[in-house]
């Protein structure tokens, strides 16, 4: 965090000084993300989370609570509440070097300098007298992310009481809370059920046994991250995290919302034996049949007697939900009646939802008793229920495991992308290959192509040719080496990295019978990794060369049109990039919601609290990883052609260019989304806002919204500087 703090304010400076300077912005904005995530502006813009919590703590003070800590204060927002409820001492503490400035100019902005004393420190690291001069009678925080516990909440909570709090108030008797401690939020309750959700499945689970004609051996066992860390001794989340409500495709509820767990803060001893609790098994009965693609956890903040916030993804509010894939079954089908079965614990800092399975109805068991292992009344009952629970992976300890981050699992999903890929490889590698026997090349996407094992068996009279050579360069795992391989003599180079990837390519080599120089990884023959683009041999060029042009987040990737330049120069005659060229496509949009996301919209969210300028420096001009399908919003244009990047040819290329836009619905463009059209070739092209596509779109925020009437044309100034784009509005 230290370094990318150091960048950052770099970064801003050179900004500062030159706003025209193209690197530094970009550099900028991609660090600013990292520094000021972008949860920070929602929550601020949420007026109903703001006010419920600046009740609470009024509450707390009116009641007696006069010293008051912020654990993890942000921007100071609860600070300056408990100031302005009364409190006559007030700390806050900010580990994050970037928030801990932020706060420090908020609260001299609101003239609270001096009455709010800032810690740069972790709450973990505060001591008395030497950091604050007593213990304090509250403790207000918001540490706590989707899945309740993932930002150190119950660590922070358990060392404050401890340390830093005055002792709780004992229950049942009527005494001055002034004299005791107490936190804010006082307590929660998580609920959970499970979901049938398409989107969700599409990128945790491999749902085909075959892509463009290459057989997925069931020796490799493709998992995501989120079912890796379930047997894993490293600290990963074992959740992700959604915005139900916005999903693309939605979902539909398997189960009933069911309690989870309760969670009282102001309780030591509960909060000292949750780490310690041993995992307790949960039954939820099916309600609806479908398909068990996860189990999806929110919570309810009781912040005190009045005053309760919730995720829930029925309501509206700026929380996502912690989404617990489900991974590893024999079979994901549910049906009235049956039971979805798991098992919870609060491990490392996190609700750890696992071994999610389901019961068939048919068994009859009772697996209400969440604390005791399942009793049966007999051997033949038992036997009868293990048959009906779903628990066994596909193949236990068998295989090769290969864990892929849930965009790779999404890619690999994609049918019409490694179809596109393989029709378009096939017509290069046809072209330039003059033996005859490779006119039955599979270059339409249909059909099983040629075997290289019975292209290798041919006559001696023969005479084999040389092989072409294929380099994928593409970021993160890819089978397209092995399409490439399928399609006739190729010695494709995969540059995947990681051991587990190489295994699993391996393995998935073997079982579509390619000889094994066919596939090869090109960082091993490198004696410099940091140059991939290079002759394969010193006397040959590459036939085919793929590049990762769109990074999924929805943004070109970075120095893209640099190794197009040097791939350029790898290639022998009739050799192509993939992709050759890339359009980029936009529309106007009036979005709420993508101001919301974008920066804190004045005074009035945060309650007459000036924090939007602060934050606002740290706002980036595009948003990206959204899903157009779902997102709130209205066209106001049709969608145009903003910029062509050829990869290929690029004198076609230009760095800047106006392109007239036609109003088509009155309204306010407060966006300007945009997407790709990835050509192959002529022939062949991907759309990044496919349904299917694992790619996600990104949209230019306008620092202010134009508003506009059907009829009217807006000139859009495009700019490419390497691989940023830039989109302004000419008034």
């Given at each position: 965090m230290g370094f990318r703090d150091e960048a950052a304010g770099y970064f801003h400076k050179a900004v500062k000084l030159n706003p025209d300077f193209a690197d530094a912005k970009e550099n900028f904005y991609r660090v600013a993300n990292w520094l000021v995530e972008r949860w920070h502006f929602i929550m601020l813009n949420d007026a109903k989370r703001n006010l419920t919590y600046l009740k609470a703590i009024e509450n707390a003070v009116r009641s007696g609570c006069k010293s008051v800590l912020d654990i993890g204060t942000g921007t100071g927002i609860l600070s300056m509440f408990a100031k302005k409820a009364g409190a006559s001492f007030v700390y806050a503490c900010e580990l994050s070097k970037t928030m801990y400035e932020l706060a420090r100019d908020v609260l001299a902005a609101n003239n609270m300098e001096g009455e709010i004393e800032l810690l740069h420190l972790k709450s973990l690291d505060i001591e008395i007298p030497e950091h604050i001069p007593e213990r304090v009678s509250l403790v207000v925080t918001e540490t706590v992310d989707a899945g309740l516990f993932g930002e150190g909440i119950v660590e922070s909570l358990i060392h404050a009481w401890e340390h830093l709090l005055l002792q709780p108030k004992p229950k049942d008797q009527d005494v001055s809370t002034g004299d005791y401690g107490r936190v804010i939020p006082a307590s929660a309750t998580i609920f959970g059920m499970a979901v049938e959700c398409k989107e969700i499945r599409r990128h945790h689970r491999v749902g085909m046994q075959e892509v463009a004609g290459v057989h997925l051996s069931n020796s490799v066992q493709f998992f995501s991250p989120t079912y890796a860390s379930a047997g894993s001794e490293e600290t990963v989340e074992p959740y992700t995290t959604e915005k139900l409500s916005r999903i693309p495709g939605g979902y539909i509820p398997l189960t009933e919302p069911c309690q989870v767990m309760t969670v009282d803060f102001n309780n030591l001893?509960?909060?000292?034996?949750?780490?310690?609790?041993?995992?307790?098994?949960?039954?939820?009965?099916?309600?609806?049949?479908?398909?068990?693609?996860?189990?999806?956890?929110?919570?309810?903040?009781?912040?005190?007697?009045?005053?309760?916030?919730?995720?829930?993804?029925?309501?509206?509010?700026?929380?996502?939900?912690?989404?617990?894939?489900?991974?590893?079954?024999?079979?994901?089908?549910?049906?009235?009646?049956?039971?979805?079965?798991?098992?919870?614990?609060?491990?490392?800092?996190?609700?750890?939802?696992?071994?999610?399975?389901?019961?068939?109805?048919?068994?009859?068991?009772?697996?209400?008793?969440?604390?005791?292992?399942?009793?049966?009344?007999?051997?033949?009952?038992?036997?009868?229920?293990?048959?009906?629970?779903?628990?066994?992976?596909?193949?236990?300890?068998?295989?090769?495991?290969?864990?892929?981050?849930?965009?790779?699992?999404?890619?690999?999903?994609?049918?019409?992308?490694?179809?596109?890929?393989?029709?378009?490889?096939?017509?290069?590698?046809?072209?330039?290959?003059?033996?005859?026997?490779?006119?039955?090349?599979?270059?339409?996407?249909?059909?099983?192509?040629?075997?290289?094992?019975?292209?290798?068996?041919?006559?001696?009279l023969d005479v084999a040719p040389d092989p072409l050579y294929v380099l994928d360069v593409s970021e993160g795992f890819s089978i397209?080496?092995?399409?490439?391989?399928?399609?006739?003599?190729?010695?494709?180079?995969?540059?995947?990295?990681?051991?587990?990837?190489?295994?699993?390519?391996?393995?998935?080599?073997?079982?579509?019978?390619?000889?094994?120089?066919?596939?090869e990884f090109w960082l091993s023959h490198l004696e410099d990794e940091s140059v991939v683009l290079q002759r394969p041999k010193s006397d040959k060029l590459w036939s085919i060369i793929i590049l990762d042009v769109i990074e999924t987040s929805g943004l070109i990737q970075q120095e893209v049109m640099e190794k197009a330049a040097i791939s350029r120069c790898l290639l022998h005659s009739g050799g192509k990039i993939f992709p050759q060229y890339v359009l980029v496509y936009g529309m106007l949009v009036e979005s709420e919601s993508l101001l919301l996301e974008s920066a804190v919209q004045g005074t009035e969210p945060t309650l007459g609290f000036n924090i939007a300028p602060f934050i606002n420096q740290f706002k980036v001009p595009v948003r990206v990883y959204l899903d157009l399908s779902t997102l709130p919003c209205l066209p106001l244009s049709k969608p145009a052609e903003l910029?062509?990047?050829?990869?290929?040819?690029?004198?076609?290329?230009?760095?800047?260019?106006?392109?007239?836009?036609?109003?088509?619905?009155?309204?306010?463009?407060?966006?300007?989304?945009?997407?790709?059209?990835?050509?192959?070739?002529?022939?062949?092209?991907?759309?990044?806002?496919?349904?299917?596509?694992?790619?996600?779109?990104?949209?230019?925020v306008l620092d202010e919204p134009i508003q506009v009437q059907v009829g009217d044309e807006l000139v859009l100034d495009v700019q490419h500087h390497k691989s940023n784009i830039s989109i302004t509005v000419k008034r």
């Open positions: 001893q509960e909060l000292k034996s949750l780490a310690a609790r041993k995992p307790w098994k949960l039954s939820l009965p099916v309600t609806e049949g479908g398909i068990l693609d996860a189990v999806v956890v929110w919570f309810v903040l009781q912040l005190d007697d009045e005053h309760t916030l919730s995720t829930s993804p029925s309501e509206e509010t700026c929380w996502e939900q912690a989404v617990y894939p489900v991974q590893g079954l024999l079979n994901y089908s549910v049906k009235t009646g049956d039971t979805v079965m798991m098992e919870v614990c609060c491990q490392d800092c996190y609700l750890k939802i696992q071994k999610i399975s389901s019961l068939t109805s048919e068994c009859g068991m009772d697996i209400s008793d969440r604390d005791n292992a399942l009793s049966l009344g007999n051997e033949a009952e038992l036997c009868n229920a293990l048959a009906g629970l779903q628990t066994a992976s596909k193949q236990d300890d068998k295989g090769q495991v290969c864990v892929l981050e849930s965009t790779e699992i999404a890619l690999l999903n994609n049918v019409q992308y490694h179809e596109c890929f393989k029709a378009a490889m096939g017509k290069v590698l046809l072209s330039l290959n003059p033996n005859k026997d490779l006119q039955s090349m599979d270059v339409d996407g249909h059909g099983g192509g040629v075997n290289p094992q019975e292209s290798q068996n041919k006559s001696s397209l080496p092995i399409i490439a391989g399928k399609l006739g003599p190729v010695r494709a180079y995969s540059s995947v990295e990681k051991e587990q990837h190489q295994a699993a390519l391996n393995i998935i080599s073997e079982a579509n019978h390619f000889p094994k120089e066919t596939l910029l062509r990047l050829d990869l290929m040819n690029p004198l076609l290329n230009s760095s800047s260019r106006e392109v007239k836009v036609q109003i088509c619905k009155s309204g306010r463009v407060t966006a300007i989304p945009f997407w790709y059209h990835i050509h192959l070739d002529e022939d062949h092209s991907l759309n990044t806002s496919d349904e299917s596509s694992h790619w996600k779109q990104a949209a230019v």
